[in-house]
């Protein structure tokens, strides 16, 4: 049986990116994201890609029209929670180690440790209140080499890489277990 509830996206996991810019000192700069998705349109496929309020790495994507969008993994995860609950604005938020290099066809911020990478460039973009949608045409994808090996099976390659969810304002990993409350990660 089925109930009327709020209005909300609890339990419909999302998978979790770092939207990577460079700032105006083209130091990078890392925000945490979920409202990530695709479209196909006569090119090809494209990435939907949603931010809400002002956001340092919002105002980076309208300002360059390109970012980098790094899966995020149980094993960056705590650097990933950190990114997203430190405001952008703070001119301490970067202050800490973490190794990037830059994207192979756009001027971007490539995180490291994130198996992989979209390379993306704004073609449109829609605003909603203090949300905006930026349609974005994928100009490159970075894979590390072993999830291009065919020879290894799907489930392994993507059991070996554990990409994290989140909903109800928790992080789950690829199986469903919980692994903690947004905010907490660091601590884990």
């Given at each position: 049986m089925k109930i009327s509830t709020a209005i909300s996206n609890?339990?419909?996991?999302?998978?979790?990116?770092?939207?990577?810019?460079?700032?105006?000192?083209?130091?990078p700069n890392f925000g945490l994201f979920c409202w990530f998705s695709?479209?196909?349109?006569?090119?090809g496929l494209g990435i939907m890609a949603c931010i809400g309020e002002n956001?340092?790495?919002?105002?980076?994507?309208?300002?360059?029209k390109v970012f980098s969008?790094?899966?995020?993994?149980?094993?960056?995860?705590?650097?990933?929670?950190?990114?997203?609950?430190k405001k952008g604005y703070s001119n301490e938020k970067m202050n800490?180690?973490?190794?990037?290099?830059?994207g192979h066809v756009l001027d971007v911020p490539v995180f490291s440790k994130s198996p992989i990478v979209y390379e993306l460039e704004v073609s449109q973009s829609i605003i909603f209140g203090d949300s905006e949608v930026f349609l974005c045409k994928i100009r490159n994808v970075l894979a590390d080499d072993f999830l291009c090996d065919k020879t290894i099976s799907k489930e392994k390659r993507i059991k070996t890489i554990r990409p994290v969810?989140?909903?109800?304002?928790?992080?789950?990993?690829?199986?469903?277990?919980?692994?903690?409350g947004w905010g907490k990660a660091g601590n884990k």
């Open positions: 609890d339990f419909c996991p999302q998978t979790l990116f770092l939207f990577g810019t460079y700032k105006e000192d083209n130091t695709y479209y196909w349109d006569g090119d956001k340092l790495t919002k105002d980076r994507i309208r300002e360059n969008a790094n899966l995020v993994t149980e094993e960056i995860l705590p650097i990933a929670d950190y990114f997203g609950i800490i180690e973490f190794e990037t290099e830059k969810h989140t909903t109800c304002q928790t992080y789950f990993s690829w199986d469903g277990n919980e692994i903690c």
